[in-house]
């Protein structure tokens, strides 16, 4: 069910919810969060079927907030909320609310975005594409329990790296860091079954690759060796290298959904890895709102150097 409100204000809003879900029988009480998506017209429709999706698993009220500029001087200087409000199968298994802020409005989304969250619910604020320069001093990730950036939507991925790791605070989170949880459980699990002391490591992926950089990161501080970045073609992360005195473990993934994981003295075996969809990443968010001391850990470690290594596949 949809119902288009123009020039509104967040009370008819939440008067549209209650008034939608009581003709559907549809109660708020199975929401466990609040998902604010904040984004531009351009974004807007994937970001949204992202968090509807992954509300099937996580029943949550989603607000998307989208700042739009008037054409005209004129229409600049006014100011107007339009929303439009889903409920039931228009809205996955949640609420949906998208709202389109004009003028002055926008430099105070949050006003408009409080009295819309759920009561007692933890907040989530998602940037798909432009993010703040310090999401928690931002006035909706002030909001927030956990603050989602992702920095492969940005056109320098490692300088905005950087500014994350000046800017963090505990309940921040990266999506590049997310799309790495299937390596980072593959390589516990090799480092498990080698039982070697690791003397070197390599990353290989395509230039300027935000996982990459933070895999690398990660490795260096958790294993206590230098980590080389080794540039291949692509598609993003390809390959991990890990030396031992026995022989190097391996994990290469050229392309497609399919890994060869190689360990000294084994055969060599076939393992699922593929690149998960946007709706993955943001479920696995959304089942923690802790803070992701990993995520810090591998922020703050060893920056790449000028003399990573350089190798055109």
Known sequence: MKIDLTDTTASKINKALVETRRAIGIPAVGMVLTMVIVTDEENAYDATKAAQDAAREHPSRTLVVIKRTARTPRDRQGTRLDAEVRVGADAGTGETVILRLYGEVGQHADSVVLPLLLPDAPVVVWWPVDAPEVPAKDPLGALAARRITDAYAVEEPLAALAARAASYAPGDTDLAWTRLTPWRSMLAAALDQARAEIVSAAVE?????????????????????????????????????????????????????????????????????????????????????????????????????????????
């Open 205 to 313: 992926s395509e230039a300027e690759n935000p996982s990459a950089e933070l895999l690398a990161r990660w490795l260096g501080v958790r294993l206590g060796v230098p980590v080389e970045r080794v540039t291949t073609a692509g598609p993003v992360v390809t390959a991990v290298r890990l030396g031992t005195a026995n022989g190097e473990i391996r994990i290469d993934r050229p392309e497609g959904p399919v890994a060869t994981l190689s360990l000294p003295g084994q055969p060599e075996r076939t393992l699922a890895l593929k690149v998960r969809p946007t709706a993955e990443l943001i479920a696995e968010e959304l089942r923690r709102l802790d803070a992701d001391e990993m995520y810090a850990v591998a922020l703050h470690g060893e920056a790449a150097t000028p003399k990573e290594s350089v190798h055109h596949a």
